[in-house]
């Protein structure tokens, strides 16, 4: 579960929040009205909280102190304000705050709701941050880390192209024009060469008042381009809105693909990604380990709990799997039955039988709420790890070892190669 702080001494405007936030599934809302009680609820057990929407004036804190003190602790926070000030909204957003939300303005609630889904997807982003000059990269990764971005960086264009060769999961590159012996222009080209625009945004950065660099940069194939100097405001609603297209795109174009019981992607589209990453990870030297998980003796499930709970678990089972496989790389598919697929790139080969351990330990730990009751279940795992990998025979290794687990006792994780 998600843990959201919000902090206002209003309690109408909390009520409004508490209220629009109630079809958000997955997250806890802890509201106070105090800096001391937000004190006491950041000090308290518990999962740490992801995001903060903090009053600015409160009874206790009435310049701001309960914002200084969620960012000081690394919370991406949000101010709430009656009233609008430049001074205080530009003196807070230098200082890391993410936004800056009028109560009374009729959109802040859609806008926290949007604000917050994009927060929670972006832990799942990884961006490429290209630049010739350290202080304007530190300030642009800053933000994006800030704004829960996994940040990877290059200074000039030939390093940029082998990041993005190492990294299938970067989805944004922002870029400077003036790079060193590869212009930011030449590196759009050469980027366009190999991703299209809707599987991988591209923003360009210009200096301000110059218009031609600006048509230049969308003419080799950006996405979008930031005038500099550029406001965080800017800056996140433009990252924000490439980042909403790209996933716009690929959910029209993965909806079809998707099964319909659990969401996660067909066999066959397992075997159209898998290709690609599997091409994609020989050209940059890195293995692939491709696994098959079955969920142990699931005939006795439908038969003891019924199919509707069946299907339960494994949508259960799934959304597990998913959340699990939720790195840049990773592929996880239902192939058929209560058996499923996962594909992902190998850096530490030491590190894949934790990885799939880890999976197959906490579905253990799963207690399945089914309209028959509670449901337990394990699962056993077999994992192929190839380098130069042909998916299918990767797939027969995976399967072998599969069975290799079921027979020495299930709930176990076979890996070989």
Do not use: W
Not at 50 to 75: H, M, Y
Not at 273 to 298: C, H, K, P, W, Y
Not at 326 to 351: N, P, W
């Amino acid at each position: 579960m998600e843990r959201l702080l919000v902090v206002d001494d209003s309690t109408f405007f909390t009520n409004l929040i508490l209220g629009a936030f109630e079809t958000e599934s997955g997250i806890e809302i802890v509201a106070v009205n105090s800096m001391a009680d937000a004190e006491a609820a950041m000090d308290a057990d518990g999962a740490p909280f992801f995001l903060a929407f903090v009053g600015l004036n409160l009874s206790d804190a009435p310049d701001g102190e309960a914002v200084s003190k969620t960012l000081a602790l690394g919370i991406p926070s949000v101010l709430l304000t009656a009233t609008f000030d430049e001074s205080v909204r530009t003196r807070f957003l230098e200082r890391g705050a993410l936004d800056f939300v009028l109560k009374d303005h009729p959109s802040s609630l859609r806008h926290l709701i949007s604000l917050t889904r994009r927060i929670l997807r972006n832990r799942t982003v990884t961006a490429l941050v290209v630049g010739n000059a350290d202080l304007a990269r530190r300030q642009c990764s800053n933000l994006l880390r800030r704004y829960r971005i996994k940040v990877i960086e290059a200074q000039n264009g030939a390093e940029a192209l082998e990041k993005l060769s190492e990294n299938s999961g970067i989805r944004i590159v922002i870029t400077d024009h003036d790079l060193p012996t590869m212009d930011g222009f030449d590196l759009v080209t050469a980027i366009r060469s190999e991703y299209d625009q809707d599987r991988l945004i591209v923003i360009g950065m210009s200096e301000h008042g110059d218009a031609a660099l600006s048509a230049k940069f969308l003419k080799h194939g950006a996405n979008d381009v930031i005038t500099k100097p550029y406001s965080p405001e800017e800056f996140y609603v433009r990252v924000a809105l490439n980042l909403d297209f790209l996933e716009g795109v690929s959910a029209r174009i993965s909806a079809p693909s998707r099964d319909f019981l659990t969401g996660l992607l067909s066999r066959r589209s397992f075997f159209e990604i898998g290709e690609r990453i599997a091409r994609n990870t020989q050209r940059s030297g890195l293995a692939v380990a491709v696994a098959i998980l079955d969920v142990d003796d699931f005939k006795a499930v439908n038969e003891t709990y019924g199919h509707e709970s069946g299907d339960d678990v494994l949508k259960a089972v799934a959304e597990l799997i998913a959340r699990h496989a939720k790195r840049g790389g990773d592929v996880a598919a239902r192939f058929g039955g209560e058996e499923f697929a996962i594909m992902l790139e190998v850096k530490d080969q030491d590190k894949v039988v934790d990885y799939f351990n880890e999976l197959r330990e906490t579905l253990a730990t799963l207690e399945i709420d089914t309209p028959d009751g509670m449901v337990s279940v394990t699962a056993s795992i077999g994992v192929a790890i190839q380098k130069e990998i042909d998916l299918e025979t990767a797939l027969k290794v995976a399967d072998e070892n599969l069975f290799a687990a079921k027979s020495a006792g299930r709930n176990q994780v076979v890996v070989s190669g």
